[in-house]
């Protein structure tokens, strides 16, 4: 998109009060007191705005700004997913880790709006001792350097283990961390099932 504005600091402290979030492409100064911006909306299927033309105009200048916000939200909230899940059946052996993000099947690292997750894990032991952990963390670290867990599920059983874990996540990250912590001889299967959907 390219914008041409007579009255740039108004349209700063407009960008300024969203948020750039590397959404601007280029920012230059163009004319008397006014700049363009060339811009396309980042994500999957972003929206390309059509150029707008900023007149001297006190009142078209308001109307067009407030238009311009509103185009603005709604590309930001077309960005996000709206529906992903996780589908994974692995085995731990002797001592082993399984990892389960929410990129395995396609969805985002960083979660930037809330999501009602539902996440059904199931363990069983094929041979040896069934003893293992698996947990629900969360991560407001967008690097995922620091977990929080929130929900565990113990296999210390000689049957099945399982948990249904439901809920909304405001966190930046998610993810599934199952260990087996030492060495005793062993296979578990791990059998995971969770579905995301976006709030609003």
Known sequence: MRCVLQNAPTFRRLIR?????GFWDGLSSEGKGGFFITSYPAGKGGLKFVAAIISNSKSA???TLSTLALMLLLAFTADAQRYF?????????????????TTQKGGPLNLDVNYDYSIHIK???ISGANDGVAYLQF???RTGSVWYTAQ???????????????????????RIYCI???TTTRKIRVQCYA???RTN
Do not use: C, H
């Open 123 to 125: 363990t069983d032991s």
């Open 61 to 63: 200048m308001k109307s």
């Open 17 to 21: 009060s969203i948020g750039n979030n």
């Open 85 to 101: 899940d996780i589908q994974k059946i692995d085995t731990l052996t002797n001592r082993d880790t399984i990892i389960l993000t």
């Open 180 to 182: 087996t912590p030492n």
């Open 195 to 197: 579905s995301f959907k």
């Open 152 to 174: 565990t599920l113990t296999m210390d059983g000689t049957t099945t283990d399982e948990a249904l874990w439901e809920g909304t996540v405001k966190a930046r990250r998610v």
């Open 139 to 141: 991560s407001n670290d």
